[in-house]
């Protein structure tokens, strides 16, 4: 088990740019592949990034490619979100995620943080 922790969530109007951090308290850290999910009020939750250990590959979101990067620092038990060009439909409360499982897929995902709102202004 990891704990995770969100940050860097807020306001930011449309084209701006925002980093979300995930921290762990856990020492296996780095055992872990992580993930970024996303929910937006009344929508599905959707499976936006994922990380695997050593940071060795990464998949975005079609919808986001391009714009978020995802990316991850073991030594800081860190794994970040860089979201730039942010659209209106990025607006959702941003989770990210650990497993011990197959990183593409988004059900074995099973440690979760709290969550941090984004909010792009139009």
């Known amino acids: 088990q990891v704990q995770l922790v969100e940050s860097g969530g807020g306001l930011v109007q449309a084209g701006g740019s925002l980093r979300l951090s995930c921290a762990s308290s856990g020492r296996t850290f780095s055992t872990y592949a992580m993930g970024w999910f996303r929910q937006a009020p009344g929508k599905e939750r959707e499976f936006v990034a994922a990380i695997t250990t050593g940071g060795t590959s990464t998949y975005v979101k079609m919808s986001v490619k391009g714009r978020f990067t995802i990316s991850r620092v073991d030594a800081k038990n860190t794994v970040y979100l860089q979201m730039n060009s942010l659209k209106p439909e990025d607006t959702a409360v941003y989770y990210c995620?650990?497993?011990?499982?197959?990183?593409?897929?988004?059900?074995?995902?099973?440690?979760w943080g709290q969550g941090t709102q984004v909010t792009v202004s139009s």
């Open positions: 995620a650990a497993t011990l499982k197959w990183w593409r897929d988004s059900g074995g995902y099973d440690n």
